[in-house]
């Protein structure tokens, strides 16, 4: 169950998505440290929402999944504007890292909130619930195992990513950051435009 749920953790934090894009452009211009905890506060958010799949807290997880749409609303809203505040900034150099408590803590809070608005992290393991929480059987050991695995196949992934963008970042130039900077805004703008018509769609 372990291994089961480090796998499904690792896929779904690999995905392509707006978080991936944030988690990058925070490592290369605030520094690891920040992508780090950036990653972990989506790992967390990946850990909460597969506890309620598979310790089958059916009430909660069917009020989020018959919320999503407004959820959707929120996380869209937050997206276009993070988007926005990204993609207009112009940070001057790579050595800018904000390894300070606030900062860190508003690093991990900022991506556990938006990736818990997230209606695809909702549909993913209301799909999680559905096929390996229903088949779980023998008390509380096993499905803490799943959730264990998939809070460190999470992690993993943003450590990994983390690592790599960190090599990256002693490597670029000032002004390819600033590159880097506008297109993840602009996409995160889109992604959160894609959730807000969405939303009002359904």
Same mark, same amino acid.
């Given at each position: 169950m372990l291994l089961r749920g480090f796998a499904l953790g690792f896929a779904i934090a690999a995905a392509p998505g707006p978080i991936f894009f944030l988690?990058?452009?925070?490592?290369?211009?605030? &520094?690891?440290?920040?992508?780090?905890?950036?990653g972990f506060g989506?790992?967390?958010a990946d850990g909460f929402y597969a506890a309620l799949g598979v310790f089958g807290v059916g009430a909660i997880a069917i009020v989020l999944t018959g919320e999503r749409r407004w959820l959707a609303l929120a996380g869209g809203v937050l997206l276009?504007? @993070?988007?926005?505040? $990204?993609? %207009?900034?112009? /940070?001057?150099t790579t050595e800018s890292a904000s390894t300070n408590g606030v900062g860190l803590a508003w690093a991990y809070f900022s991506t556990l909130g938006l990736t $818990?608005?997230?209606p695809a992290t909702i549909i993913?393991?209301?799909?999680l619930a559905a096929t390996l929480g229903a088949g $779980?059987? &023998?008390?509380? @050991?096993? /499905?803490?195992?799943?959730?264990? &695995?998939?809070? %460190?196949g999470s992690a993993t992934w943003w450590c990994m990513l983390a690592a790599l963008a960190a090599g990256l970042r002693t490597r670029i130039t000032p002004c390819v950051v600033r590159g880097i900077s506008t297109a993840s805004g602009l996409a995160i703008v889109g992604l959160g435009l894609a959730a807000l018509v969405s939303s009002l769609s359904t």
């Amino acid at each position: 169950m372990l291994l089961r749920g480090f796998a499904l953790g690792f896929a779904i934090a690999a995905a392509p998505g707006p978080i991936f894009f944030l988690c990058l452009r925070r490592t290369l211009v605030k &520094g690891w440290l920040n992508g780090l905890f950036s990653g972990f506060g989506v790992a967390t958010a990946d850990g909460f929402y597969a506890a309620l799949g598979v310790f089958g807290v059916g009430a909660i997880a069917i009020v989020l999944t018959g919320e999503r749409r407004w959820l959707a609303l929120a996380g869209g809203v937050l997206l276009v504007a @993070l988007g926005a505040r $990204i993609a %207009l900034d112009r /940070p001057k150099t790579t050595e800018s890292a904000s390894t300070n408590g606030v900062g860190l803590a508003w690093a991990y809070f900022s991506t556990l909130g938006l990736t $818990i608005t997230n209606p695809a992290t909702i549909i993913s393991f209301a799909a999680l619930a559905a096929t390996l929480g229903a088949g $779980i059987r &023998g008390g509380y @050991l096993r /499905p803490a195992l799943l959730v264990v &695995g998939v809070l %460190l196949g999470s992690a993993t992934w943003w450590c990994m990513l983390a690592a790599l963008a960190a090599g990256l970042r002693t490597r670029i130039t000032p002004c390819v950051v600033r590159g880097i900077s506008t297109a993840s805004g602009l996409a995160i703008v889109g992604l959160g435009l894609a959730a807000l018509v969405s939303s009002l769609s359904t």
